[in-house]
């Protein structure tokens, strides 16, 4: 009755559930005088029995020579096992295992072994039950180890070294995270493809899922959010490649938040070119009505006026009105500004920069400027080279001392070649014409533009006192720009200086800086209203507020108390 041959010409499912229960407790036939031989390639192969003991669930019939499966006979399922039966010898053991884990397999097993039992449905719901316990448990692991991958690379990227440029260091760090995991280490050495999780491609998936998730939540915010500002300044990647960081700044909360929302690689560096990049970049989020400032530094600064970039984001954000972003000192903006109108200028602060760079990277250089320039100023300010203005005042007024230190450099015993060779270029500089009026010109002016930064950026202010440091400044930079004919033609020690074109070069700086004031502070009124923003003030101002003391506020900051 359990044999194929009988099974093959009945439906089981028609036949008395006594019989039924009578084929199973008789369960596959497994006859021991099977002989199923498969030759090919000059090899003879033979079925051995003892897989019967090895699949349980394994039959054969001696008439057809093949072997079939006594639960898919039974309930139906793949042709190969219930039709025309497996022959093929070679590749057995790898058929078994494959139809073994079939869905339609464990589904007859199952039907198989709860066939007689009092409550089927009950059965299989527990069965079911189990499989989606399994899966929730399956996801919360993977979801742990997701949660775990992310927070390397996360470190990573604090660290510079997310993506392509180090995979190793990556490795390294999640190796060490698997160390103190037992849950992570035993993922990561269950899976063989696991290792793969180091290559670029992986990390670079999992990057742009968290961005899109990321986005998603600052677009959520930014609904629920009454007033954005947006500020966006020039940056370069690990490729050299200039880009437009977008960051937008909003509240939450009750606190004011700030949060990156993209880069954007702008070719048209023009100012109707950054504007219309700025403007796709925010058009998505639909805050028309919200924006209500806008500040630029970097490619607005050097490339674009800001008076023509903000006109042009206004016409589409009729509330975005300009502020000078304050997290960038003044004097590096104004840096920019003129590198941007003047090639002269450009080669100047690259110059000026390498002052810097050469003894600030080394303790010994630094030693020998400290002792060169100990005669005349104090150890503390002889090491102060950085900062623009303070390099220009120092390369300036130490000139003298400067070249006694590279001439010793180059002269004495224990410096190396590179060392040397610099110190000559450097000595060069000192004696460059162009070089000492530019470094004499902005000696002059950085310190003014300093002195107004520090005005600009105290907590305590009120509008006249921002007013007359306008005033003084636009003064004595207009008395400066009088003067550069005279320091283009004052004389170095003991010789005359070359002519050259830097006056009217000093001149153009000079009408940049005042028209870049011009630009960013034409009221000064509204800089009171920065205390608003003061983070330890917030809250109070939140709760004036809330409980109708808005007046009393408002008269408070326009007396500047």
């Given at each position: 009755m359990n044999h194929v041959d009988y099974l093959s010409t009945v439906r089981f499912s028609t036949l008395p559930i006594k019989q039924q229960l009578e084929i199973k407790h008789l369960g596959p036939h497994q006859p021991d005088e099977l002989v199923i031989i498969q030759e090919g390639n000059g090899k003879k192969r033979s079925f051995n029995p003892e897989w019967f003991y090895r699949k349980s669930w394994l039959t054969a019939s001696i008439s057809k020579k093949a072997l079939f499966c006594f639960p898919c006979l039974l309930f139906e399922g793949e042709s190969v096992w219930t039709t025309t039966g497996f022959t093929d010898l070679k590749h057995l053991s790898e058929r078994l295992a494959k139809h073994e884990s079939c869905a339609s397999h464990v589904d007859?097993?199952?039907?198989?072994?709860?066939?007689?039992q009092t409550n089927v449905p009950s059965a299989l719901d527990r069965v079911h039950g189990r499989?989606?316990?399994?899966?929730n448990r399956q996801t919360e692991e993977n979801r742990y180890v997701l949660g775990r991958i992310i927070s390397c690379i996360k470190l990573c990227g604090r660290c510079g070294s997310a993506g392509s440029l180090n995979p190793a260091i990556f490795k390294c760090i999640f190796e060490t995270m698997c160390e103190g995991d037992s849950r992570l280490r035993r993922h990561?050495?269950?899976e063989p493809y696991f290792s793969g999780i180091a290559s670029a491609a992986i990390q670079n998936e999992l990057l742009d899922c968290m961005y899109s998730v990321y986005r998603d939540e600052v677009a959520r915010q930014l609904l629920h959010t009454p007033f954005v500002a947006v500020m966006t300044d020039e940056c370069t990647d690990g490729s050299?490649?200039?880009?437009?960081?977008?960051v937008l700044r909003y509240m939450v909360n009750n606190t004011v938040i700030e949060r990156f929302w993209e880069f954007i690689e702008v070719k048209d560096k023009t100012a109707n070119g950054l504007a219309t990049a700025i403007m796709a970049s925010l058009d998505p989020l639909h805050i028309t009505n919200k924006l209500i400032a806008q500040t630029y530094d970097g490619s607005a600064g050097r490339y674009g006026s800001v008076r023509d970039i903000e006109a042009r984001v206004k016409q589409r954000y009729p509330l975005a009105h300009f502020v000078h972003c304050y997290a960038h000192p003044l004097n590096a903006t104004l840096q920019q500004v003129c590198s941007a109108r003047s090639s002269d200028l450009k080669v100047f602060f690259a110059d000026l920069a390498t002052f810097t760079n050469f003894f600030s990277n080394s303790y010994k250089r630094m030693a020998a400027l400290n002792e060169a320039l100990s005669r005349r100023v104090s150890r503390r300010q002889a090491a102060r080279l950085n900062f623009i203005s303070k390099t220009a005042n120092s390369v300036w007024k130490g000139r003298e001392e400067i070249k006694e230190c590279l001439q010793n450099i180059r002269t004495q015993e224990g410096w190396d070649k590179a060392t040397i060779s610099e110190a000559y270029g450097l000595a060069m500089h000192l004696q460059d014409p162009k070089f000492l009026q530019f470094s004499q010109f902005f000696s002059e002016l950085m310190p003014e533009v300093d002195l107004l930064y520090?005005?600009?950026?105290?907590?305590?202010?009120n509008a006249n006192g921002i007013r007359l440091a306008i005033q003084t400044f636009k003064k004595n930079v207009g008395l400066l720009r009088e003067r550069t004919d005279l320091i283009a033609q004052d004389g170095t020690e003991g010789s005359k200086r070359m002519k050259t074109d830097a006056a009217a070069t000093m001149q153009e700086a000079c009408d940049a800086v005042l028209s870049q004031v011009d630009e960013r502070f034409p009221e000064s009124d509204?800089?009171?209203?920065?205390r608003l923003v003061d983070g330890a003030l917030f809250p109070q101002v939140c709760k004036f507020v809330s409980s109708?003391?808005?007046g009393i506020c408002s008269q408070t900051v326009a007396r500047g108390e």
């Open positions: 007859n097993s199952i039907r198989l072994g709860l066939l007689g499989d989606i316990e399994e899966h990561y050495e269950a050299c490649n200039s880009h437009m960081a977008v520090g005005v600009l950026q105290k907590r305590k202010m509204h800089l009171i209203t920065a109708g003391r808005a």
